[in-house]
Structure formats: C-alpha cells, structure tokens
C-alpha cells in the first residue's frame, strides 16, 4: 500500500465509513428481527 502513515490512516478512515452502515444494519436486525427490520425499510407505510 502506498502513501506511508497517512495512506493507511486514509484508508482504515474510508474502510470505517464504508462498514459503518453495514454493522449498523446488522444489529438492528439482531435487536428488531430481521422481519420487522425489513419490512421498516422496504414496504410503504400504511395510509390511515
């Protein structure tokens, strides 16, 4: 890898913002269920 400290600093930073929302995503499933967290995000909210 090159760019020395400041390459590998650059890049652990983008790596870090790249899995953020990845992680995030992940325990929410664990904590809500994967059914519920889902249905959150992908089905259109019911019209009262």
Do not use: S
């Not at 390459?7 to 990845?22: E, K």
Request: net charge positive.
């Amino acid at each position: 890898m090159a760019g020395g400290p400041r390459g590998v600093l650059t890049f652990a930073w983008v790596m870090f913002v790249a899995l953020l929302p990845y992680f995030a995503y992940r325990e929410l499933a664990r904590v809500l269920g994967a059914g519920r967290l889902r249905a959150l995000f992908l089905h259109a909210p019911e019209k009262r």
